[in-house]
């Protein structure tokens, strides 16, 4: 197995969010805040909190996790729950397709007829998302 693939295998076991580039995060600021969403995170831990908003403030990771999803939706869907923990019992942050925070949700709370990522695929896609990001660094080091 090659040390990338090894790499990768690690980071699965691991949540870890490779940071945002610096455009994204402004990017998010000029959308405003989805006050609703951030009045919620008291329903969450401080380690789920942790990872919300750093969803919440990476905008292109999001679009990624949607779009790598999305075939798991439907066509007619418009909000999606992103699981922090459990795929049933969550909690869970509400996303609406377009990338837009719409609320969280305690553990034990209903997310309805809404399809779940859950935290494997979360954690998977937000690796994949690193290594691409990884990538794409030594990309334009080497470029020099």
Same mark, same amino acid.
């Given at each position: 197995? %090659?040390?990338?693939?090894?790499?990768?295998?690690?980071?699965?076991?691991?949540s870890?969010?490779?940071? @945002?580039?610096?455009? %994204?995060? +402004? !990017?998010?600021? +000029?959308?405003?805040?989805? +006050?609703?969403?951030? %009045?919620? *995170?008291?329903?969450?831990?401080?380690?789920?909190?942790?990872l919300?908003?750093?969803? #919440?403030?990476?905008?292109?990771?999001?679009?990624?996790?949607?779009?790598?999803?999305?075939?798991?939706?439907?066509? /007619?869907?418009?909000?999606?729950?992103?699981?922090?923990?459990?795929?049933?019992? =969550?909690?869970?942050?509400?996303? %609406? !397709? @377009?990338?837009?925070?719409?609320? !969280? *949700? @305690? !553990? =034990?709370?209903?997310? =309805? /007829? /809404?399809?779940?990522? $859950? /935290?494997?695929? *979360?954690?998977? $896609?937000?690796? #994949?998302?690193?290594?691409?990001?990884?990538?794409?660094?030594a @990309?334009?080091?080497?470029?020099?």
């Amino acid at each position: 197995m %090659s040390s990338s693939r090894n790499a990768f295998a690690e980071r699965l076991a691991v949540s870890h969010v490779p940071p @945002a580039p610096e455009s %994204s995060v +402004r !990017c998010r600021a +000029r959308e405003g805040h989805d +006050r609703h969403f951030l %009045s919620r *995170l008291d329903r969450l831990n401080d380690g789920q909190v942790e990872l919300a908003l750093t969803l #919440y403030r990476d905008a292109p990771l999001v679009k990624v996790i949607l779009l790598l999803h999305a075939p798991d939706f439907g066509d /007619r869907t418009k909000r999606v729950a992103i699981s922090l923990d459990q795929p049933e019992q =969550g909690p869970f942050i509400i996303v %609406s !397709c @377009a990338g837009h925070f719409v609320t !969280c *949700l @305690a !553990c =034990g709370m209903r997310v =309805g /007829r /809404r399809p779940i990522i $859950t /935290r494997k695929k *979360l954690d998977a $896609t937000i690796a #994949y998302v690193g290594d691409l990001r990884a990538w794409a660094d030594a @990309a334009k080091f080497n470029r020099g």
